[in-house]
């Protein structure tokens, strides 16, 4: 059964850091793209960045590039999202997600492309 726990969300102010983690569970991570997506309220799920455990490619949405660091540590089959220098914008539930494919490249952004999804974690950013 797969399974994912996002963990790490909360309330920080503007400029602030939060770090993100995807526990995953019931799927080889090798053979996956693991996602990070973000929703805000009244607005539709977005992609905010993407690695391939397999060889650490990494895709970024231009809005949290420089800003959020996406990265994983194989060995706990966990993903972590390193949010620094947090917006106004950037607030929503952010949820994590396996893609089966290993050439996230173009496709990554792409809801369809993930198989599960967590149950997020809210995030808040006060001006």
């Known amino acids: 059964e797969v399974q994912l726990v996002e963990s790490g969300g909360g309330l920080v102010q503007a400029g602030g850091s939060l770090r993100l983690s995807c526990a995953a569970s019931?799927?080889?991570?090798?053979?996956?793209?693991i996602g990070w997506f973000r929703q805000a309220p009244g607005k539709e799920r977005e992609g905010v960045s993407c690695i391939t455990p397999s060889d650490g490619s990494t895709y970024y949405a231009d809005s949290v590039k420089g800003r959020f660091t996406i990265s994983v540590d194989n060995a706990k089959n966990t993903v972590y999202l390193q949010m620094d220098r947090l917006k106004p914008e950037d607030p929503g539930v952010y949820y994590c997600a396996p893609a089966p494919d290993t050439n996230a490249a173009g496709i990554w952004r792409h809801q369809h492309v993930y198989d599960y999804w967590g149950q997020g974690t809210q995030v808040t950013v006060s001006s």
């Open positions: 019931g799927f080889t991570f090798d053979d996956y793209s």
